[in-house]
């Protein structure tokens, strides 16, 4: 098990000028990967999963050369642990960045999706060449919506007439029919509420580069449907210079993340961010309802 207890003795045995500082487990936490804080500067990574690991070396390479282009703070990596006591595979300490995550409630959702379109207009301007292309370690992040394409179609087959098929199917296919014809560049791969911060309502930080790549950046756009509408939405959107097609994509980067949970929690699933709420968001941006 992966608690506070074994971070404690990995700490211990491994960084013992740390092991006086107090480890108490991150609220939320994420999926990859289990996050403690250490002392009031630090916080602990570790990979939940083998498939996840990767993602270590990955952030520890890159993060340090991507986070002085980019107008708000992200991880800074001080330190990497090794397998020990029971535990299998390689993990991080990061700088601890302050800040409340984006779920808890943005009150001003425009300027929140201008601050949020900005960054990413900075991170898709930064040089991509020799960046980590899109593969399993992003699980295909920035690589080819098709890559998704069976288990998407299957979700509105078992979802019935709890969608509209037709539309969602019609939104799927033309995301299909378009592709990234530019130069990589560099994508976050988890634009999601809990991984942007707050402080004082404004964008503080961008947490969690683990599905970082360079590709197509259509999949970081899916916040428009997940958390903007209206203004925000239109203010994300002018923010980022990206043509419709592009556009396109995003949709059915958020219909398919939103297809597969409905399909897998038929009786709707809040805690992974309402995926009834975003498919009618999609489909009724489409012009589908």
Known sequence: MIDAELV????????????????RSAEPQGWDNRTFRLGDALG?????AARYVAQVEKEQAWLPRLAPHLPRPIPAPVAVGAPGDGYPWPWSINRWLEGEPAASGVADLTGFATDVGAFLAALQAI???????????????????A???????AAIAQLGDRIDGVVATRVWEAALATSWTQPPVWVHG????????????RLAAVIDFGCCAVGDPACDLVLAWTLFEGESRAAFRAALPLDEATWARARGW?????????????????GAGNPWRVIDAVLSDAGGG
Do not use: C, M
């Open 8 to 23: 404690r003795r990995l700490i211990a045995a491994q960084f013992p000028g740390w092991a006086g500082l107090p480890i």
């Open 44 to 48: 602990v990574r570790l990979p939940s």
């Open 127 to 145: 040089d991509a060449v020799d960046g980590p292309a899109a593969g399993t370690h992003s699980f295909w992040r920035g690589g080819p919506l």
């Open 147 to 153: 890559t998704y394409d069976g288990e998407t179609r």
């Open 190 to 201: 988890d634009v999601a509420v809990n991984n942007l911060l707050l402080r004082d309502g």
């Open 254 to 270: 958020a219909l398919w993340k939103a297809l597969i949970l409905a399909a897998r929690a038929p009786d709707g699933n809040p």
